[in-house]
Nanobody
Framework: VQLQASGGGLVQPGGSLRLSCVVAGRTISTVNMGWFRQAQGKERELIGGIRWTGVNIRYADSVKGRFTVSRDNAKNTVDLQMNSLKPEDTAVYYC????????????????????WGPGTLVTVSS
């Protein structure tokens, strides 16, 4: 599976961005997809994701109510809508794919995913 995330950039606090992950080599309805982020000096963390069934994987507490993961089956993309952005949301954001055979608990950590995109930088600053 090849992944390519886009849509990152500089945004002011309180603003919005939409990231999109284009998936090639596999239909997104046959893989589990996750969005992660890694801030400088911190570990990579799960933001949220969507299972191959279309059911969302849990969101990180820090983004609940602000971020939404969705997929577009026609475009074979998985999107991350980010609203009410805060400076602490500044990070490199990655999309990742995991086999549909993976159980849910394995999808909460980076080790549960086999394929990663190169990441896109989101900077929240005034």
């Amino acid at each position: 599976v090849q992944l390519q995330a886009s849509g990152g950039g500089l945004v002011q606090p309180g603003g919005s961005l939409r990231l999109s992950c284009v998936v090639a080599g596999r239909t997104i309805s046959t893989v589990n997809m996750g969005w992660f982020r890694q801030a400088q000096g911190k570990e990579r963390e799960l933001i949220g994701g969507i299972r191959w069934t279309g059911v969302n994987i849990r969101y990180a507490d820090s983004v609940k109510g602000r971020f939404t993961v969705s997929r577009d089956n026609a475009k074979n993309t998985v999107d991350l809508q980010m609203n009410s952005l805060k400076p602490e949301d500044t990070a490199v954001y990655y999309c990742a794919a995991a086999s549909k055979a993976k159980i849910l608990s394995t999808l909460w950590s980076p080790g549960g995913y086999e394929d990663w995109g190169p990441g896109t930088l989101v900077t929240v600053s005034s």
